[in-house]
């Protein structure tokens, strides 16, 4: 069964980025959060940087290859980001907030259980950058982080355009 459902996403070329793969990076992120709570705008800005932590300066290693006009992606992550949520909320991995500041969510008892249940090498970087967003972006407030991505957005990716000879602006 599992072989059948990966090859239909290798067919369909959405083998990457479905929303189990964003909700574990999620469960990462809320993890090293906690307890903390975060809405999903902010999962977003931290869900790109987990998997391009290099695109910061003095950043750790990425930890998906980089691409180029890889900053596209963080436009088309909240939809996915939301299915993700939806998805982690649905089997009791994470816990939803009402509040003031809007619908927010954070960590549950299970949370850190799950995660060290997944052995996989992958799970473990996720988790470690996690953390390291976390250090690094954690305690800025809405309006900075969304200051940092609007000012450094455009710059990632474009490294690719530079080698192939093309001048630079």
């Not at 909700?23 to 391009?52: F, N």
């Not at 993700?84 to 994470?94: D, K, Q, V």
């Not at 509040?99 to 799970?123: C, M, Q, V």
Request: glycine letters at 10%.
């Amino acid at each position: 069964m599992g072989g059948m459902i990966a090859a239909r996403l290798h067919r369909s070329g959405y083998l990457f980025n479905i929303p189990l793969e964003t909700g574990i990076r999620t469960l990462a992120l809320l993890s090293a959060a906690a307890p903390s709570e975060c809405d999903p705008q902010r999962l977003s800005y931290y869900d790109y940087l987990v998997v391009h932590s290099a695109d910061v300066a003095g950043g750790p290693a990425s930890v998906h290859p980089a691409t180029p006009h890889r900053s596209g992606e963080f436009l088309v992550r909240r939809g996915l980001l939301e299915r993700a949520l939806l998805l982690m909320f649905s089997r009791g991995l994470i816990a939803r907030v009402f509040s003031e500041r809007g619908i927010l969510y954070t960590a549950t008892k299970i949370t850190n259980p799950f995660l060290e249940h997944l052995g996989a090498p992958y799970t473990r970087l996720l988790q470690e950058r996690a953390v390291w967003v976390m250090g690094r972006f954690g305690a800025m407030n809405d309006t900075a982080l969304r200051d940092y991505f609007r000012e450094h957005l455009g710059e990632w990716g474009v490294e690719f355009i530079r080698d192939y000879g093309q001048p630079e602006e």
